[in-house]
């Protein structure tokens, strides 16, 4: 849904991040992210001299090989070595607690360490559905386009509607996907007119 039309302004800044799921030839998963930072104006570095406007002042890069249960195999790149400390991690639940104290302080990255929250974000989105689209395809299920079952088949494996219930607007007990997917847990208006009923 779009913004309201700003009041009027000038850009400053400029940080655009994109992230990208891959499923690798050997069965693995990469998950790439790419950060970049720019100016409006120009500005003067000590290391680097002059930075046109418009111009990366961060560009950085960084990867996580992933197997099908998360746990993490590789880490590039090579100009961070110390992210390579997350390898062996698995991304679940206290992921960014653990690589903090991996790569947190001095022996990280700000910027890169930031990634890492929506990094673990898209592996889920990257690896659950290519997860459960295989097993639907191997089980013969019908192809349902229009419908929600492969997200309904993703949520279920975390545990269904009990566990998703209330953790975001999607699935707020009065929406319509509680409605439709979980009547028994709806909460909303017709709901309680029904209940009343009884």
């Known amino acids: 849904m779009p913004l309201s039309q700003p009041a009027e302004r000038e850009r400053l800044h400029t940080r655009s991040i994109e992230i990208n799921g891959y499923h690798r030839a050997d069965r693995q998963y990469d998950i790439e992210a790419h950060l970049t930072d720019s100016k409006s104006t120009g500005q003067t570095n000590y290391d680097r001299g002059y930075i046109e406007p418009g111009e990366a002042i961060h560009d950085m890069w960084l990867r996580l090989t992933l197997d099908e249960q998360m746990h993490i195999k590789a880490v590039e790149p090579a100009a961070a070595p110390n992210f390579a400390r997350l390898v062996g991690l698995r991304i679940k639940s206290g992921f960014l607690r653990d690589a903090n104290h991996v790569v947190g302080g001095t022996v990280g990255c700000t910027h890169l360490s930031e990634l890492l929250q929506q990094m673990a974000t898209t592996a889920y989105q990257t690896i659950d559905p290519a997860r459960a689209r295989r097993e639907m395809h191997a089980e013969g299920a ?30 707020d007990a009065n929406g319509p996907l509680v409605k439709r997917r979980w009547p028994y847990l709806y909460t909303g208006p017709e709901a309680v007119t029904e209940q009343a009923a009884e």
């Not at 192809?143 to 699935?171: F, H, P, Q, V």
């Open 142 to 171: 019908p192809d349902e386009r229009g419908s929600d079952a492969l997200d309904k088949r993703i949520t279920e494996k975390w545990g269904g509607g009990n566990r998703m219930l209330n953790t975001c607007l999607a699935y």
